[in-house]
């Protein structure tokens, strides 16, 4: 199969290439390299059936080219700013890098009769929401101009499906770890132990708990994906989850540090746009047949070894 | 108070602008005129506590200018495309005209913090959904490029309130009718009766049914609304419903055409994207207080009767 995968130099992008080509398929990948890097596709520039575009997705002139020169069958879209933190300072960042690169790549694919699309959405979408959140709650109420970003792109999703007689899965992903990560709190504790390896700056009380899934557990549930219908919404994750403090004792477990002092900034979340806590309802996805084989821990110690 | 009005130009706009003047509120309006006019706002031109701009909400610059010169304590935004079934055509036009007007408004309003906000949001919103309709629905899947504008506003209204301390009300307006109409159906009948008194075609199978608004009590429902929350949501309509089989009756008695011949385009829906059937669960603004004066027949009624 001829598919584009946007993001495709990312974090995540770039594993789900790995498999995609793992799987015969054509892949045509898309990446601004503002978070991605070449060092996460380096291994594949020479296989024959991938090629690498560094692109902007807003670029709507060198997408249609793109889409002229390729006929896709399928669109995976990964590309986003994914740094919620950073996005919190200027709304800017995801109103481009995660907002409008969606409608930038929908315009393109209504232009071209391209019909299926995986769309990599987020837990953000449903702000603070206390319980087992399931992908038909209500009162979706984004802190972040991230999951807001990604909410609207839902939206648009919807729209442009209707109207255009798409097929789309959209995947609303938890915290996702593993090799190649660029970004987070496993990321942003190996640095800081790196630099000091006898105090460790914790955001927040350390209390915020979420799950996390390993990246191949997600990429495993991104490839099952059927395109029947013009919308549908899974939550993808664990059932398990782990605290910011579990995390900083794993990592440094992990580094080999015994006593680390932890200094907490205070506060039930680390940032403003922060969600503390949360859990998915996944009985939709468990029902379709995928469940993950890492536990939310287990993720994490992964993750935090490959990292090191 | 001193506010803006946003699509002050337009139908509802310039009502809105009538009743803020008449309450004492020194009123700024802004509009492209691009459904608004000058006709619909000529009466208020020489009124001192009234100032009308002819600005694009997206020209970011000069609204800085505009927000530097007046300091506005609530914005009221009703500037959008509003016209569902030209926005079909193109995406382009609800995407700027309904959903980046949003944007750059939070952005003017965010760096010169400006806290209240009142948005017009819309029944498309909930695409197209069985049932009553309820502020907390979940699974909202719009068909349109306007209902998908109206909810990507809603999200990142949602994040900028949380990011930035506002407090806004969205109300999702249904069909709104009265005196100034610039289009819909009513509209529509009475210049196609016009042209041709013997024969009105009618889009679909004239069972389209839904609940039709008086200008005047939508207007009552926005001046009562106050502002403590964060995000609150109201859905404003009325409890009965109008289908356009009967619109055509209406408009037919009001123009005093006896024996008109209907002919049906056919199809359950007016347009691509058009929503058929849809009633509001309306208790949430009955708690609060209003509720509408004027029946959904009795409102084609005299919206008909001003515009012949």
Chains 1, 2 share one sequence.
């Not at 520039?45 to 991938?50: C, W």
């Not at 939206?155 to 798409?166: E, L, V």
């Not at 132990?193 to 799950?211: A, C």
């Amino acid at each position: 199969m001829n598919v584009l995968v946007a993001g495709g130099a990312g974090f995540i992008g770039s594993h789900l290439t790995d498999a995609l080509l793992d799987a015969n398929n054509f892949v045509v990948c898309v990446d601004n390299l503002c978070l991605g890097s070449v060092d996460m596709i380096r291994h594949n520039l020479k296989n024959p059936n991938y090629i690498f575009y560094e692109l902007d997705m807003c670029e709507d002139t060198k997408l249609d080219e793109l889409f002229k020169k390729h006929s896709f069958e399928r669109v995976y879209h990964l590309a986003a700013n994914s740094d919620i933190q950073k996005g919190g300072g200027d709304p800017g960042i995801d109103f481009h890098d995660t907002f409008l690169t969606t409608v930038s790549l929908l315009n393109a694919m209504r232009r071209h009769n391209i019909n299926e699309l995986l769309f990599a959405s987020t837990s953000a979408v449903y702000g603070d929401k206390p319980g087992l959140l399931k992908e038909d709650a209500g009162d979706l109420r984004p802190v972040s101009y991230y999951g807001a970003s990604k909410l609207a792109a839902e939206a648009f999703i919807s729209a442009y499906a209707a109207m255009n007689g798409m097929r789309t899965n959209i995947i609303r992903f938890p915290n996702v770890v593993g090799p190649r990560l660029t970004h987070g709190v496993i990321f942003d504790f190996i640095a800081k132990l790196r630099n000091n390896p006898d105090e460790l700056e914790i955001l927040g009380d350390g209390n915020q708990e979420k799950p996390y899934i390993f990246v191949s557990d997600l990429i495993e549930a991104m490839l099952m994906m059927s395109y029947k219908e013009c919308v549908d919404i899974f939550n993808v994750g664990v059932k398990t989850s782990t605290t910011v403090k579990r995390i900083a004792d794993i990592v440094c477990e992990e580094m080999g540090l015994g006593r680390v002092k932890y200094r907490f900034t205070g506060g039930t979340s680390g940032w403003l746009g922060d969600v503390p806590k949360f859990q998915y309802d996944l009985s939709k996805i468990h029902a379709n047949g995928w469940m993950a084989k890492h536990a939310s821990d287990e993720a994490v110690r992964l993750a935090a070894r490959s990292a090191i």
